[in-house]
């Protein structure tokens, strides 16, 4: 029998405030443990959250990204449990009535359905130590959250794959997240069951946790698929559990059964009054959505005529896509800059592990390489030399050229004098290009470019060298 997998995913990303959803502690990242607190984040008795009206503002932002309909009076929920990480054991959540519902993200032409886009507040950190010691840092404890929860509408580990680069990358646009997922500010729990192909009835389906790249959930989604389908194939019976990914043997473990699972007892949040996200604001908000990354892709492919993996790969982050297009404001062929950015640039940055917004290279600085390899001054290959230069120093390119004398030679004496040495000292091959053995030539102008080391012109050395020959 032929099985089909289901998938449905929950993300849980952190807005980027400044101050906590209930407080006005910072959310600053990596400072001293617990030095971002106060009474409220830290659950005294007696307390009273107050929201962060900038929470809402983000969190509706992406809301109307994602095509959902705003509950108009929306409202928080105490979802209780006790845990070391959670102060006030209770987490500040929303349930029945969240903020947002029923909307779509298109992953590769297919519509994904939203089901629930809710805020929330994230719990503290523990940390175990090598001596056994567990400490507790409430720095995190109500930094704001915001959960996108899909319908299971996924078909694919390499489709969620998909969806959350789709995601991650709206995210990034709207400049709601950092969505860095080392720093934790995007997490993704994946739901997964199968049934055989044609069923409509769902399957039971498991939960796995605990992946920290979109490339683990595409891995664990499969083996998930597979361990699912052998234990079907096998007579036996899928249970309703958590599991969590274990990153290094590459397999899912039991974590918890639905038997285990808490008991919530959610009930509404009596220190917080309904939340009413007016029309009014709403439209505001709306007016605040830049040109989502779909939109730009297409215009990537109709304004510049370029092909659409490349349109892909230059908007799949913001700034990388603003970069490309300033650059073909100084030097208007789009092809080639998407060549050069997409090869040497991405490349360098890659491997430093930098965003283009963090690196020294400008797009007057590319625009200026290209004039420069078009007119001659230097070679293509010269400039793949002068970019990494421009990347470290943030000097512009005809400083580097200067600087290293990478200027390419394009006076016929000069080279002349290159091609009398090259043929004083390779008089063998010399000979064989003579009794007919032209491939040698190849050979020879290699010697010219060696010596000048790669700045004669190409053409001129090919041309002057066969005269002379
Ligand atoms: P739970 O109550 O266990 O949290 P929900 O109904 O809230 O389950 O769904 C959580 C996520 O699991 C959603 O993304 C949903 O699309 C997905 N999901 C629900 N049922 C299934 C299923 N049978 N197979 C795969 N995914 C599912
Ligand atoms: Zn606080
Ligand atoms: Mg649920």
């Given amino acids: 029998m032929d099985y089909e997998a289901v998938i449905g995913l929950e993300t849980h990303v952190q807005l980027k405030t400044n101050s906590k959803i209930f407080c006005g502690c910072s959310t600053n990242f990596g400072v001293s443990p617990n030095s971002q607190t106060c009474p409220v984040c830290l659950g005294f008795p007696g307390v009273l959250p107050v929201l962060n009206k900038k929470v809402v503002e983000l969190a509706v932002k992406l809301t109307l990204a994602l095509n959902c309909r705003i509950t108009p009076n929306c409202k928080f929920h105490r979802k209780n449990y006790f845990y070391p990480d959670l102060p006030k054991a209770y987490q500040i959540s929303q349930y029945d009535e969240p903020l947002a519902i029923d909307g779509y993200l298109d992953v590769e032409a297919v519509k994904i359905g939203i089901t629930r886009v809710h805020l929330e507040e994230d719990a503290g950190k523990l940390i175990h130590t090598q001596e056994g010691d567990s400490l507790v840092d409430y720095n995190r404890c109500g930094m704001p959250l915001i959960e996108i929860v899909t319908e299971p509408d996924l078909k694919t580990p390499h489709q969620a794959y998909e969806y959350l680069t789709d995601l991650k990358s709206i995210l990034e646009y709207l400049e709601v997240s950092d969505c860095n997922m080392e720093e934790g500010s995007l997490r993704c ?25 979109f490339k683990a959930v595409e891995r664990a989604l499969s083996y998930e698929i597979e361990r699912q389908i052998k234990v079907v194939q096998q007579g036996g019976q ?31 949040e009596p220190d917080l009054v309904p939340l009413e996200v007016s029309q009014e604001w709403t439209e505001e908000i ?55 950015i997409m090869t040497e640039v991405l490349g360098y940055l890659a491997e430093a592990n930098l965003d283009i917004s963090q690196s020294k290279l400008t797009p007057t600085h590319l ?8 007119s001659g001054t230097i070679s293509g290959k010269i400039g793949k030399e002068v970019l990494p230069e421009i990347f470290k120093t943030g000097k512009s390119p005809a400083e580097i050229i200067q600087e290293k004398g990478l200027v390419q030679i394009t006076d016929g004496d000069e080279i002349v004098k290159v091609i009398e040495q090259v043929i004083t000292e390779n008089p063998k091959a010399v000979e064989e290009y003579k009794t007919g053995k032209k491939e040698t030539l190849g050979f020879l102008v290699g010697q010219v470019m060696k010596l000048t080391k790669g700045k004669a012109n190409p053409q001129i050395t090919n041309k002057l060298l066969q005269e002379r020959l």
Avoid: C
């Fill in 189 to 213: 729990d994946a739901n997964v069951s199968i049934r055989p192909v044609g069923q409509v009835e769902l399957g039971t389906k498991t939960e796995v946790k605990n992946m920290n790249s």
């Fill in 238 to 268: 899928i249970n309703q559990e958590t599991r969590l990914w274990d990153e290094k043997k590459e397999i899912t473990i039991p974590m918890r059964s639905k038997e285990e699972a808490h008991d919530y007892r959610y009930f509404p």
């Fill in 286 to 340: 709306k007016t605040g959505i830049p040109e989502l990354p779909q939109a730009k892709r297409q215009r990537f492919i109709e304004g510049y005529e370029l092909p659409s993996y490349d349109a892909e790969v230059l908007t799949a982050n913001k700034s990388l896509a603003n970069f490309f297009e300033n650059t073909t404001k100084f030097y208007p062929k789009p092809k080639m800059v998407s060549n050069w």
């Fill in 367 to 374: 625009a200026e390489m290209l004039e420069l390899i078009d």
